[in-house]
Each structure stands twice: as C-alpha cells, then as structure tokens.
C-alpha cells in the first residue's frame, strides 16, 4: 500500500473555489435582517438609559429596573432600598446595564446572530467569508465569551425583579394596559433566561443517570423544551422589553393618556 502524499486529495482541507458562493437563494437576507434588528435594540437602549422618564406609579420601564440610587423617585426603589448615594450622577439604569446586556452579549444564540450580521464570520452556511484567519474564542477578546454561565445568574436575578414590578402594578392597577404589557414581557424574559444552554446543562447536565435525580431530570426535560425555542424567545424577549420600556416612558412622559394607560 502507498503512503499518501502532501498533495494526495484526501489531504486537502476545503474546496478551492474562486467565487464567494454556490447558493442562488436569498442568503444575505437573515444576516441583514439581523444587523437591522440588533441595531435598532442598540439605538433604542442608548437612548433609554439616558432619558429620564422612567417611572410613573405604579409603572418603572425595564432598563431602569432596579433602581437603586437615592435620585430615584420612592416608587421606584426596589423594596425602598437605595444603597448608591447622590454622588452617582449618572443614570440609574447604568447601574444594572452590565448584567442583561452581557446575558444577551454572550448568548449563543446572540453569539451566532451579530458574529454573522456584524463580522461576516460567516454570513451564511456555505458562504466564504473575508477573514483569512479563524482561531474561534480562543484568544482575547472572545475568550471571554465563556463568562456566559456566570451572566446566567445575574440575568435571573433580573428577571425576579422584572416579575416583581409586574405583580406590584397588576397589584395597584390590575385593569392597566401597561400591567399586562409588563407581566406579558416578564414572562418572556423569564421563559428566554431559562431556556440558556447553561440553564440546561445546571439543570442536570453533568448528571450520569437521570434515573437516580428524577426532579432534576423533570426540570432538565422542561428547560431543554424551552431550549429548542431558544432563538424565538431570544428575539420575543428583546421586542417585548423594548416595547415595555418605551411605553411607560410614553406614560411617564405625558405622551400616553387614554384612561386605561
């Protein structure tokens, strides 16, 4: 039998083609619809941590929640509680930006969307791209991709704060149509937390036999349904949180009046 050589077919490592790709259909069409929609939340979550009408009772908008400096109104205050002084002049919602921003940032859902809308690395299956090199997330700055499972904890965090204000305006104003738009994007956000692939492999993924953890099994076989719609609840969870968001300033602004606000 012959040794095969350097340049024996068998060796070679991809196609050598000389244009960019084979596909005829509308490839590019996913990736910018995902530049335009990851854009649009950027644009829209600057402006919110900086604008100032963030809570009318018993209404607080989500990117402001929890606020935790003594510039916050009393209603506002997670259980009154405002440990961060009037030396912290900057918006409130920054406080608490780093955790649901570096959930969603480090998501391997969101990993995949803007690593193909934003770097074209790649675009699309079967679609080159202009990178020469790939070393994945194994040097800085993506090593720190891997922090995910520690995001996961915060991100609970915020989501019981989350259904906490729900419940308190479904409490003082159960017939307001900003109640259920809070309690409707609560239970989105909560829904696309738990679904994360950490949350599954917490759950019982280290475990060797589901028959002798069979709670855990039961709450390994719920996440991993929800996993399965990971990327539906990512996008849900992002548009409702928006939406949330800029109806109670809408409300707290003035702009919103109708009697059932």
């Known amino acids: 039998m012959t040794q095969q050589t350097a340049e ?12 960019r790709t084979l596909r005829t259909d509308r490839w590019w069409l996913a990736p910018a619809l995902t530049f335009a929609g990851l854009t649009f939340f950027l644009i829209y979550g600057f402006w919110a941590i900086f604008d100032k009408s963030y809570f009318v009772e018993p ?3 989500p990117f402001s929640s929890p606020c935790l400096t003594t510039a916050c109104p009393e209603g506002a205050r997670l259980f009154g509680w405002a440990p961060i002084g009037d030396w912290f002049t900057l918006p409130p919602g920054l406080i608490i930006l780093g955790l649901p921003a570096g959930f969603r940032f480090t998501c391997y859902y969101y990993r995949k969307s803007y690593y193909r809308s934003f770097w074209l690395s790649p675009p699309a299956c079967a679609v080159g791209e202009p ?3 790939y070393t994945g997330e194994t040097r800085l700055p993506l090593v720190i991709q891997n922090v995910h499972r520690y995001f996961f904890y915060g991100a609970i965090l915020i ?23 809070l309690l409707v994007n609560a239970v989105l956000i909560v829904l696309y937390t738990l ?13 060797n036999h589901f028959s002798k953890h069979p709670l855990r099994y039961r709450a390994w076989t719920f996440v991993s349904k929800l996993n399965a719609k990971h990327m539906q609840l990512a996008w849900a969870s992002l548009f409702s949180v928006m ?19």
């Open 8 to 19: 024996s077919p068998a060796r070679k490592q991809r196609a050598q083609l000389k244009v």
């Open 59 to 61: 209404y607080i908008a």
């Open 131 to 133: 990178h020469k090199k």
């Open 159 to 181: 989501g019981a704060v989350l259904s906490y204000d729900a419940i308190l305006a479904l409490i003082h104003k159960p017939a307001g149509l900003g109640t259920w738009i």
């Open 195 to 207: 679904s994360c692939h950490s949350c599954r492999h917490i759950t019982a993924g280290r475990l």
């Open 243 to 261: 939406i949330a968001d800029f109806y109670v300033r809408m409300v707290a602004k003035g702009v919103i009046t109708f009697p059932f606000a």
